[in-house]
């Protein structure tokens, strides 16, 4: 097996993820708040490039079935019913209804993963499960690819740490890894947090700017670890709980 890292600045090609076990991290915020609506109880959160398409498609539903969702430096876009903040996912606003869901960052990362064997949505709110995910889809071999989002085409630091941690869960006890230079890397950058990761609190930039713009309780959520017990899969253009992590596992 061979695991590559890439940290948030190069653009994806398609043979970056052709094929491959696929990871996207996005810790502030997307994967967080993704994860958060999913145990909330919506049926499934579709992601979009742009502000425009994800208006655009919510045309096809009936207004109660769907929410849209997402942000633009920082803030909920107008017109829309939810921002980004993991906190405003609860049962009452989003259970049995589908999200239409844009972020500056996530889920434009997502979009760059078609031709991926499997993909999942991380963060460390799920980082455990999404570890068991991993390593359940290449039992029987493959090459894994795990892409941090980053913040604005730069790398966020809070991301490689969690690409380190989940580089380290996804090889404990295989033989015969490969790790590319950025898999060693966001190991290297981790393994100072070993032990936590509240500190991180203090020197990533992204988390910084998003306690300065009022989000504070956002990123102290965003910095629990394994909060929920299931892995996001994106599939079908659409994000939902694995099914094969969890209580059911």
């Known amino acids: ?98 999200l239409l869901y844009t972020t500056t960052n996530g889920t434009m990362a997502l979009a760059a993963t078609h031709g991926a064997r499997a993909c999942f949505f991380a963060a460390f709110v799920n980082v455990a499960a999404t570890v068991s995910a991993v390593r359940t889809a290449v039992a029987e071999g493959g090459d894994v690819t795990i892409l941090c989002a980053g913040h604005e085409h730069r790398v966020a630091l809070e991301d490689v740490v969690c690409a380190g941690r989940l580089v380290r869960g996804i090889t404990a006890g295989r033989e015969g890894v490969v790790r590319g230079d950025g898999a060693r890397l966001a190991e290297m950058v981790e393994q100072p947090f070993h032990g936590g990761i509240a500190s991180l609190v203090l020197e990533a930039g992204h988390a910084k700017s998003l306690i300065a713009a009022g989000f504070e309780r956002d990123v102290e959520r965003c910095f629990t670890i394994d909060l929920y017990d299931r892995a996001v899969q994106y599939q079908h253009r659409q994000l939902q709980l694995d099914p094969m992590t969890g209580a059911e596992r």
Do not use: C, H, W
């Open 1 to 98: 097996m061979r695991i590559d890292v890439l940290l948030g600045e190069a653009q994806v090609v398609p043979a970056d993820v052709a094929d491959r076990v696929v990871v996207v991290i996005d810790v502030l915020r997307a994967a967080t708040t993704v994860a958060a609506a999913l145990d909330a109880g919506a049926r499934a959160v579709i992601p979009f490039e742009t502000v425009d398409e994800t208006a655009s498609r919510a045309r096809a539903y009936a207004r109660g079935e769907v929410q849209l969702a997402g942000e633009r430096r920082m803030l909920k876009i107008d017109g829309f019913d939810l921002g980004n903040s993991p906190a405003e996912y609860t049962p009452e606003s989003v259970e049995g209804r589908t």
